[in-house]
């Protein structure tokens, strides 16, 4: 900033070598541009010595309501002996540059001088404050990142013990009818669960990612529910890369599951299809349960995952429960996706 600072105390010198001049002139004492620029140097780059004391000053001293009478003393005062100082300093060049025949400094220099003290002193405190606030509002936006992100993560945290409460009931239901299904189901279960500590530290994953867990889910309720049970996923492979809020499927599929499927004799099936538009993707869960009531509140996982989506991507991610066309239940998922939202894939 000093750098700055100086480059404009040297354009205005600069600016005012040809005042100098004709001020000479006019007193009778005609001098060359070489001594002109030389006298108009020292004035102003006086002042650039005297900037960070005013500006310090400025700072220290600021004309709040409480203390404005202090400040406005303190700076008549200081700006007085800087005059002074500066006039001393400006009479002692014209002495060695110009000789005995300088002309005095008059009142007009005193006044342009004394103005001069208060426009740097405006500057510096304009240009404060104007750090100041840039300073705030970068604090209050990083503050705001923070409580965004801190409560995405609760919201992500809070699935992690109701997928895990959800999964060991159907275990210990299992476990009274088929123990080799429940040991095997308890091995699926600790696969998910070594998954979901891999990538408990990664708010997004890449889709293909986020299927493969949700495979090893389907899995366990396949050995719960046997024969009857028929799953499928359909993706889009251009949709595969495309990053996704971690955990995001499962509680959606749960669901499906526990409002649906379980409340349903005979045969069932649940659907996944994956399909990119314009705007983004579109993540379809199908079941051919009894289908959502008329009336009903979100439960925990739902409700959750629409507010991460809020959280993530605000108004232009949406989660809709609605009655499938051919019975049953689908939750729709619309994800905005920009360009270049892609995710490289591991190795």
């Known amino acids: 900033m ?17 005042q100098v001049r004709l001020d000479y002139a006019y007193a009778g004492e005609p001098i060359g541009w070489e001594r002109s620029l030389l006298l108009s140097g020292v004035n102003w780059y006086t002042w650039a010595a005297f900037t960070p004391a005013i500006a310090w000053l400025g700072r220290r001293l600021r004309f709040s309501r409480r203390s404005w009478l202090r400040a406005l003393v303190v700076h008549l005062v200081t700006g007085l002996g800087i005059v002074v100082v500066k006039t001393m300093v400006n009479e002692g060049v014209g002495l060695a540059v110009v000789g005995p025949h300088r002309p005095p400094a008059s009142f007009l220099q005193l006044y342009v ?25 970068i604090r209050a936006s990083k503050l705001e990142t923070d409580l965004a992100r801190a409560r995405l993560e609760t ?18 239901g299992l476990m009274r009818e088929d123990v080799d299904a ?36 389907l899995e366990i309720h396949r050995i719960r529910f046997g024969a009857r049970l028929h799953t499928e996923i359909r993706a889009e492979p251009s949709a595969l890369d495309i990053p996704v809020p971690t955990l995001l499927l499962q509680p959606l599929v749960e669901n499906a599951f526990q409002h ?29 349960g009894p289908g959502p009531p008329a009336r009903s509140e979100l439960g925990t996982g739902l409700d959750t995952t629409r507010r991460r989506l809020e959280h993530s991507y605000g108004s232009a991610a949406s989660l809709d429960l609605e009655r499938a066309a051919g019975g049953g239940a689908r939750a729709v998922v619309k994800i905005p996706v920009a360009g270049g939202r892609e995710m490289a894939r591991r190795p």
Do not use: Q
């Open 182 to 217: 429940a040991d095997r189901m308890l091995t699926r279960l600790s696969e998910l669960l070594r998954s979901t500590l891999e990538g408990a530290d990664r708010p997004e994953v890449p889709l293909r990612l986020e299927l493969e867990f949700l495979e090893k889910y």
């Open 260 to 288: 649906g499927i379980s409340r349903k004799p005979g045969p069932v099936s649940v659907t996944v299809e994956v399909t990119r538009t314009e705007a983004g993707l579109e993540i379809a869960i199908t079941d051919d």
């Open 155 to 172: 919201l992500r945290l809070r699935l992690h013990p109701h997928f895990l409460f959800n999964t060991l009931n159907g275990v210990l």
């Open 113 to 137: 001088s004394g103005f001069t003290y208060w426009v740097v002193l405006g500057a510096s405190l304009s240009i404060r404050e104007r750090r100041d606030r840039r300073e705030r509002e």
């Open 2 to 18: 000093w750098i700055w600072v100086l480059g404009a105390y040297t354009i205005v010198a600069l600016l005012f070598t040809g």
